[in-house]
T-cell receptor, first 112, second 112 residues
């Protein structure tokens, strides 16, 4: 779904580096989410935002922070990357009603 | 805490046969149950969903059934085709909240 985009699509970084993953959407949705996907563990919620002024922690927020710069933009930061943060990261959006979530294409992150 | 169990973790079927994937949820307040298909290297995409006021929903070769009393729901794919090969995720959510709880996924292989 080209309406939700993520940059970069792939990133290799070193332990201790700060990195930012970005998500943009043109769907006009209020709600945005960041998930992490590890093999065999499904998708785990990191942070979610109901609107620009409303940001909440998910199940696994430790080591991550987010910024909702505008309705259409939601960024995820790893303050000091560590190898066990190597994973596939997905951004998703939904309407205010919050049912169906639409996923971006994902960012594959490798922390060495 | 809340969780969704999904079985089996892998499933191989012959082309043309049916496939069934089952999920059990723990939160009795859950009332929205989406199913996502994730092809290799791609984003999860919604294929079908069901709300708790409905017992069954069909869309061509795909159907979902819900048993609220037993707190389980199932995905049924009939006349499977090679392009059905993917990882399938179930999720449970409560309307008005942010929260999707995902199952751990089922890798479906359709053998030609």
């Amino acid at each position: 779904d080209a309406d939700v985009t993520q940059t970069p699509r792939n990133r290799i970084t070193k332990t201790g580096k700060r990195i930012m993953l970005e998500c943009s959407q043109t769907k006009g949705h209020d709600r945005m989410y960041w998930y992490r996907q590890d093999p065999g563990l499904g998708l785990q919620l990191i942070y979610y935002s109901f609107d620009v002024k409303d940001i909440n922690k998910g199940e696994i927020s430790d080591g991550y922070s987010v910024s909702r710069q505008a309705q259409a933009k939601f960024s995820l930061s790893l303050e000091s990357a560590i190898p066990n943060q190597t994973a596939l990261y997905f951004c998703a959006t939904s309407t205010r009603r919050g049912e169906t979530q639409y996923f971006g294409p994902g960012t594959r992150l490798l922390v060495l | 805490g809340e969780n969704v169990e999904q079985h089996p973790s892998t499933l191989s079927v012959q082309e043309g046969d049916s496939a069934v994937i089952k999920c059990t949820y723990s939160d009795s307040a859950s009332n929205y149950f989406p199913w996502y298909k994730q092809e290799l290297g791609k984003r999860p995409q919604l294929i079908i969903d069901i709300r708790s006021n409905v017992g069954e929903k069909k869309d061509q070769r795909i159907a979902v059934t819900l048993n609220k009393t037993a707190k389980h729901f199932s995905l049924h794919i009939t006349e499977t085709q090679p392009e059905d090969s993917a990882v399938y995720f179930c999720a449970a959510s409560t309307s008005g909240t942010y929260k999707y709880i995902f199952g751990t996924g089922t890798r479906l292989k359709v053998l030609a």
